[in-house]
Structures are given as structure tokens and as C-alpha cells.
Nanobody, 123 residues
Framework: QVQLVESGGGLVQAGGSLRLSCAAS????????MGWFRQAPGKEREFVAA????????GYADSVKGRFTISRDNAKNTVYLQMNSLKPEDTAVYYC????????????????WGQGTQVTVSS
């Protein structure tokens, strides 16, 4: 069974940093690209960042470029999202996701999702 478990969310002041983690079950992780999405109250879920397998290629939404960094530790079956210079508009539930391919220019919708972790940025 596929399992993606996020952690690391919380409350932080504007300008601060957080690191989200997503632990994946073994067969979920190897050979697949991974990504982060977010959903703010009253808004649709949106793409944040993606990383290919084994990690050579990354992509970001324009809104987070230069502030967020996605990475993966394949030995630990874990993907990370380092978030710096956080803004109140970054407040959302953040979801880890697995794509059904190891790399693509446009990944399309993920095939598995985590349960989400809340990130709240106060002004």
C-alpha cells in the first residue's frame, strides 16, 4: 500500500523558515518523481515544486522560486521542502505527492497524495 506522510508544518512569522518532510513507503519512492502542492482556504490546490528521480531535475511555481527548495534523500525514502522568507500568502495545507513517472517536463496530476500538513505564516 502506498503511504506518504508529511511532517514539519506549523506556525511561523513572516520572513521565517520551515522545512517540510514527506516519508514514503519503500516501493512508493524509488524510480518516481515527487512533488509538493498546497491549498489555501477557499482556493484550489496548486503546484509548488517537483523533483525527478533520482533528483537531478527540479521545478518550481513562480510564486516560490528563489525561496523554496525541494530535495530528496533516496536512502531515507524522504522528500523535503525547505521554505525560506515565508510570506502570509504561503499559508496553506501542504501536500506531498508522487508522480507516476521518474521525469517529465509536465508531470500532470500525481497518482498518490499524502494527508497534508498545515503551514501558517503570521504577518
Amino acid at each position: 500500500q502506498v503511504q506518504l506522510v508529511e511532517s514539519g508544518g506549523g506556525l511561523v512569522q513572516a520572513g521565517g523558515s520551515l522545512r517540510l518532510s514527506c516519508a514514503a513507503s519503500g516501493r512508493t519512492f524509488s524510480n518516481y518523481a515527487m512533488g509538493w502542492f498546497r491549498q489555501a482556504p477557499g482556493k484550489e490546490r496548486e503546484f509548488v515544486a517537483a523533483i525527478s528521480w533520482p533528483g537531478h531535475n527540479t521545478g518550481y511555481a513562480d510564486s516560490v522560486k528563489g525561496r523554496f527548495t525541494i530535495s530528496r534523500d533516496n536512502a531515507k525514502n524522504t522528500v523535503y521542502l525547505q521554505m525560506n522568507s515565508l510570506k502570509p500568502e504561503d499559508t496553506a495545507v501542504y501536500y506531498c505527492a508522487r508522480f507516476g513517472v521518474y521525469y517529465a517536463r509536465d508531470y500532470g496530476p500525481p497518482d498518490y497524495w499524502g494527508q497534508g500538513t498545515q503551514v501558517t505564516v503570521s504577518s
